[in-house]
DNA sequence: CAGTGGTCTAGACCACGCT
DNA sequence: GCGTGGTCTAGACCACTGC
């Protein structure tokens, strides 16, 4: 059964149509999904479209459940995905909140390098270059976006008491990201994700990491004051918003002498 | 309420142990958890004490709710926390069962080693040696021994088509890896987890790794055919079975030329 | 105090896998 | 056909938050 534009709850019917996922009527596949799962893409929908904005407060349970005529139990089963997937904060007593990166909860979540002894800290930050360019082709690829649109490119040094560690670049879809300058970025203090949500509008939701062992090449050597040919931890990643689109490529060089990279598996 | 001591409930294990965890009666601070993490805790136990084997079915969910007299939806809830930890795995209309690493699905859970390009392969696999030692004092204090208790030394070089791209060194308490050999080893086929599981009792249910750039030395260069002092990868792993103990110290250096580490952030 | 999310129940029906 | 997990409902009460 589908809750759109249907009230009684029919069972024979196992046609029926999950018009959210793909926007439109896409129609092809039947594909029946759970009541659960077509709230869930409708919620999402709303936080894609900037409905609801992070930090702020999304009706209550009760409430949804009556706007979609359904029980509450199954407006519950969705946002308790939203939450495990981190795209929602419940807190009991208050409501359910839409999720920021302007969170101390979330200041490490994309941040995996951590000293090896001490405690976590977060990394002071100096930008070393802006420009906008036209995309090279692997990055266009990458990004989704054709070879030759302009892009945002961005270079910076994360230091760790001082110690230079962290060099990035950056691309950006310079659609998105009009605007962005040197002066902005290094009067930022936190996350740069989080000013990319509240200066863009854009929230970052997940991303997907290569990592691999190189050697310093001369632009790094120089940067992160060691020698040419020291080895490097090199991190690509991808980072996605709301609808799996790509909206970052971040190339990273750590320097691994005091600090790790830590993953959990599970 | 509590499930402890709320009635006579089942039979054989009213033993479960569990009632540390809570005083009902006892004044001060009775920590109230949850029914379902309580039942949550009971169904660990059973796996923990090997009541229920990798790869088994465990009792149907109205049979469990049965046994500790509360709603199906409750004991539904626990192993839904269970199933989303790995420890089981569901499977509709045919029951809960087991996790075990004897399964396609979780072949690459712990192997987060990739080509560039083409698709995933499990490496193969030649140990180069196998020892008895005493543990030296950083792998006790890593494992939770005691310095000098018997730990079983482990050298390996996995290789993806004819390539050695892995050496990995592996440390593991001898009081139960008994009777782990050469011969026993290269003649399995697969993650050694599974081994573990199948022959040790030893299910591995999560890790923690910390990754860095290193140069290769000596012993490296060679048994992966490079240059000393190329860049390699250096994972280090603590691996833990039910119960979070650790029992599996894991070094590993990866040649990261045409592979790379995988890794999702979400 | 009212409103929120969190837990728990009982019962219904569905989709699936097997026999 | 039967038993399994998967979905959905309606209603109850609890724990937490803030007025």
């Given at each position: 059964m589908s809750i759109i534009g249907s009230s009684t709850l029919t069972?024979?019917?196992?046609?029926?149509?999950?018009?959210?996922d793909m926007g439109m009527?896409?129609?092809?596949?039947?594909?029946f999904s759970p009541l659960y799962q077509q709230i869930k893409g409708l919620l999402t929908h709303s936080l894609q479209s900037g409905e609801w904005k992070p930090g702020e407060l999304i009706p209550s349970e009760i409430e949804l459940a009556a706007r979609f005529k359904v029980s509450q139990g199954t407006v519950r089963k969705a946002i308790d995905e939203l939450s495990a997937e981190n795209l929602v904060v419940r807190r009991q007593g208050k409501g359910t909140f839409v999720a920021t990166h302007n969170e101390a909860r979330s200041q490490f979540r994309f941040l995996r390098l951590q000293p090896d002894q001490g405690e976590r800290s977060y990394p002071e930050n100096k930008i070393i270059e802006v420009r906008r360019l036209r995309a090279p082709a692997d990055v266009a690829r990458l990004l989704d976006l054709k070879s030759g649109e302009s892009v945002v490119f961005l270079r910076r040094v994360q230091s760790f008491s001082g110690v230079p560690t962290i060099l990035e670049e950056l691309w950006l879809p310079g659609s998105i990201f009009k605007g962005l300058t040197m002066e902005r970025l290094n009067a930022y203090k936190g996350p740069m994700y989080a000013l990319f949500e509240s200066e863009f509008g854009t929230h970052m939701i997940r991303a997907s990491e290569a990592i691999r062992a190189v050697c310093a090449d001369e632009v790094a050597a120089q940067l992160l004051g060691i020698e040419l040919g020291q080895p490097l931890l090199s991190v690509e990643r991808i980072s996605f918003t709301y609808?799996?689109?790509?909206v970052e490529l971040r190339r990273g060089w750590y320097l691994t002498l005091a600090h790790h990279y830590r993953n959990e598996l599970s």
């Open positions: 069972s024979i019917d196992s046609e029926s149509a999950q018009s959210l009527a896409s129609s092809i596949a039947p594909t609808g799996d689109r790509a």
